[in-house]
Nanobody, 123 residues
Framework: QVQLVESGGGSVQSGGSLRLSCVSS????????VAWFRQAPGKQREGVAA???????LYADSVKGRFTISRDNAKNTLYLQMNSLKPEDTATYYC?????????????????WGRGTQVTVSS
C-alpha cells in the first residue's frame, strides 16, 4: 500500500497563492500517474490536475491558467502551485496515485489516496 502525505494547505485571501506538496512512499514513483483532487463540503470529489508518467498533464477547466502541477521523481514528490485563488477553491485537497498511464481525471481510476489538506480562501 502506497502512503501519500499532503502538506501546504492553509488560509489565504482571494487572489493569494499556496503551494501544496505530496510525498509518496511508492518504490516506482516515476512510473505512477499522480493527481490532485478536491472536495468541498456537500459536494462530490472532483479532479483538479494530474501528471502522467510520460509527461502528460491534465487540468480541470476551473483551474486552467491558475494552477500548475509538477512532480519531482527524485524526491517522490508531487506539487500543486495555486495562484489567483478564489473562494470557490475552498476545499480539502487530496493527493492520489495509481500505476499506469494517465487517461482521465476520474477518481475511480485512482487506488491510493492521502488524507487531505485543507485550503480555505476568504473573500
Amino acid at each position: 500500500q502506497v502512503q501519500l502525505v499532503e502538506s501546504g494547505g492553509g488560509s489565504v485571501q482571494s487572489g493569494g497563492s499556496l503551494r501544496l506538496s505530496c510525498v509518496s512512499s511508492s518504490y516506482a514513483y516515476s512510473r505512477d500517474t499522480v493527481a490532485w483532487f478536491r472536495q468541498a463540503p456537500g459536494k462530490q470529489r472532483e479532479g483538479v490536475a494530474a501528471a502522467g508518467r510520460d509527461g502528460k498533464i491534465l487540468y480541470a477547466d476551473s483551474v486552467k491558467g491558475r494552477f500548475t502541477i509538477s512532480r519531482d521523481n527524485a524526491k517522490n514528490t508531487l506539487y500543486l502551485q495555486m495562484n489567483s485563488l478564489k473562494p470557490e477553491d475552498t476545499a480539502t485537497y487530496y493527493c492520489a496515485a495509481r500505476g499506469g498511464p494517465l487517461s482521465t481525471l476520474s477518481a475511480q481510476l485512482f487506488n491510493n489516496w492521502g488524507r487531505g489538506t485543507q485550503v480555505t480562501v476568504s473573500s
